[in-house]
């Protein structure tokens, strides 16, 4: 359980971190 609990967490901090780094490029432009 605790493995596949932390599998999603890095899955969702990397998708968090895609979101963050789209944004910054929608504000830069």
Do not use: P, Y
Request: charged share 30%; aromatic share 0%.
């Amino acid at each position: 359980m605790t493995a596949i609990l932390k599998k999603q967490g890095i899955k969702t901090s990397e998708d968090t971190v895609r979101l963050l780094m789209q944004e910054l490029n929608l504000k830069s432009i």
